[in-house]
């Protein structure tokens, strides 16, 4: 059976959405998981807009042998340029040049005519394909531009050495019929359209960016450019997990299959959540909360007499851990490390340790300990962000008739402990406000969301917040059954990613 080539772009369009930062601790967590899920290619960034992004491309590139990794680039010799040093270490490398396309972008944003677009998609694409064999182009916002043009560059690039052309509806404005019938123009009208593979890559501003990859793939496409959870600019890309899922519950109807092991979308799927601070709607098809949740009496009684009656998908088939099994405070090291594999998770000894040492303190406040606080546990683990201040303490007094005051103690960069207090308007400002005292960087709270992982009093609280500093958003986030203690070290999340970030240059 024919395949279709996933092009997860999760670390670069999925980054771009608006408030999702990465650092490069996460991106390697990310792409690791990537590589488990088998997706065929990585785009990983954008060497050539900070010194941090080249960094994270060069590191992925040097350490995932399987996956092609892939550099986006702008059509310009030094970003290309760039973009070379940043994969040459990849096994498989990729270089993916892009330029506008359209009549709207031509006149309004390049200001060059469509011959000057034309000349240089065909030299950079050169100038990409001296270096490698592995050349990617993108026509951007191709679906608005004149087929016919579409068709001019596409052979033109192709003949520069252009190994895929990948047709992007870069503002998500096609409907299926349209977009597939550019796919189906593409192959009538381009005369070497079979020296390469056309790949395609939808925006989800009309929510039909899985309608319109499906579609273009029926018709002949056999790359898709999509990202976990649909995360990405504006409205987001098509979503990795639906795509696949279409394509493996239909198969009667695509004929083709992918190289994805789908028992890791749903693992996949919480670590991309959980490192972008972008939560899953619950009723987000494959993998929100209520995917495979049945309400209705009628579907209760279906399903409990076979599956197949209201069910297209089993569960398990995208990972959704099947155990009931609940771990307590009896329950010892191995049935953890037990339980952390079965749900996807292999930890280095160290950070296993810390995380047993993490749920045991847990169990003692709270009765069960269920899959989703093991997750927030572990995503504690993997918010691996240098810390230069710690959080040691926080203490708060409120209440209806007292003014929220807070103190709380750091240990500072030299290892120094730092006191400070002060009072708020609340115990969350008093507590921003204590830490600010001591910590001294000028920041907004942009967002603030408080959520409870599971349900009951004892839940574990989860806090997301969001601060900007000159115009840069740092997410933080931190759990505790203590929302006060879990708002502080989100806080202290978000102030070391800003902190780090301000050393590292990204
Ligand atoms: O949406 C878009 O057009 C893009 C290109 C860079 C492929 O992301
Ligand atoms: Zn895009």
Known sequence: MEKVIIFDTTLRDGEQAAGASLNLQEKLEIARQLDKLGVDVIEVGFP??????????RLIAREFRRPTICALTLANIEAIDRAW???????????????????????????????????????????AKSYLDDVEFSPMDASRADPAYIYQILEAVINAGATTVNIPDTVGYATPQEFGGLIRGILDNVPNIDEAVISVHCHDDLGLAVANSLEAIKVGARQVECTINGIGERA???SLEEIVMALKTRQDFFNLTTNIDTTQIYRTSRLVSEMTGFPVQPNKAIIGANAFRHQSGIHQDGVLKKSITYEIMDPRSVGIPSSALVLSKMS???????????????????????????????ADKKKEITDRDIESLIAEELRTVTEVYHLDHVEVSCGDHSLPTAAVRLIGPDGQSLADAALGMGPVDAVYKAINRIVMIPNRLTEFTVKSVSEGIDAIGEVLIRIESEGVTYTGRGASTDIIVASAKAYMNALNRLLAAKKGGK
């Open 48 to 57: 050539a807009s900070s010194v941090g992004e080249f960094e994270a491309v």
């Open 236 to 238: 987001g890309n098509a």
């Open 85 to 127: 040093e940043a994969v040459k270490e990849a096994e498989h490398p990729r270089i993916h040049v892009f330029l506008s396309a359209s009549d709207i972008h031509l006149a309004h944003q390049l200001r060059r005519s469509r011959d000057e677009v034309l000349k240089m998609s065909q030299e950079m694409v050169a100038r």
């Open 332 to 362: 010892g090291r191995h049935a953890f490390k037990e339980r952390l594999s079965e749900l996807g998770y292999t930890l280095s000894e160290e950070a296993l340790n810390r995380a047993f040492q993490g749920f045991k303190k847990l």
